[in-house]
T-cell receptor
Framework: AQKITQTQPGMFVQEKEAVTLDCTYDTSDPSYGLFWYKQPSSGEMIFLIYQGSYDQQNATEGRYSLNFQKARKSANLVISASQLGDSAMYFCAMREGNINDMRFGAGTRLTVKP | DTEVTQTPKHLVMGMTNKKSLKCEQHMGHRAMYWYKQKAKKPPELMFVYSYEKLSINESVPSRFSPECPNSSLLNLHLHALQPEDSALYLC???????????????FGNGTRLTVT
């Protein structure tokens, strides 16, 4: 069974600084995908970035990058140049190769300070 | 704008009412999902439909009844709910098949349900 762990219930970052949100995972399937979602207080789930288990390079999408360390089973999200609008709940999630479901970690509440 | 549309945005219902949540997508996705999310918690998977057939039911109480009339529509029928069922209900869709593990879920904006 897959398991996602986010150990930081809350994080604070100063505007314009970078922040790392931690995520570790556990799976026995060699084929899997790791995802990060942002959920503002409005409730929508916004897909940010994806990393496949066979990808050789870390994923990047604009100010978001994923620090993928396969041997350590970690997939940390790095947000560069934080903005006030980045304040939200962030969820790490995983899908295994041929299974339909997606499971989420407990989430990290990020607050960006002006 | 989200490509997955959920209606209504808000719903208040009594414990004896029958209501339905609706979800629609036109991205050609053949997997559709219902998640339940309580405040300050992660989304919890309820149901998964694959090619219009129920493939996963996470032991959800029978007062929640899903339906997938066609590849674009997903309903969640509600009957005799309890106050603890009050939550944000999220619908999502994704690609199906061997690339499923590579594909993100696309979520709707959710329905905020309050059971009185």
């Amino acid at each position: 069974a897959q398991k996602i762990t986010q150990t930081q219930p809350g994080m604070f970052v100063q505007e314009k600084e970078a922040v790392t949100l931690d995520c570790t995972y556990d799976t026995s399937d060699p084929s899997y995908g790791l995802f990060w979602y942002k959920q503002p207080s409005s409730g929508e789930m916004i897909f940010l970035i994806y990393q496949g288990s066979y990808d050789q390079q870390n994923a990047t999408e604009g100010r978001y990058s994923l620090n993928f360390q396969k041997a350590r089973k970690s997939a940390n999200l790095v947000i560069s140049a934080s903005q006030l609008g980045d304040s939200a709940m962030y969820f790490c999630a995983m899908r295994e190769g041929n299974i339909n479901d997606m499971r989420f970690g407990a989430g990290t509440r990020l607050t960006v300070k002006p | 704008d989200t490509e997955v549309t959920q209606t209504p945005k808000h719903l208040v219902m009594g414990m004896t009412n029958k209501k339905s949540l609706k979800c629609e997508q036109h991205m050609g996705h053949r997997a559709m999902y219902w998640y339940k999310q309580k405040a300050k918690k992660p989304p919890e998977l309820m149901f998964v439909y694959s090619y219009e057939k129920l493939s996963i039911n996470e032991s959800v109480p029978s007062r929640f009844s899903p339906e997938c009339p066609n590849s674009s529509l997903l309903n969640l029928h509600l009957h005799a709910l309890q106050p603890e069922d009050s939550a944000l209900y999220l619908c999502a869709s994704s690609l199906r098949g061997v690339v499923a593990g590579l594909a993100p879920l696309h979520f709707g904006n959710g329905t905020r349900l309050t059971v009185t």
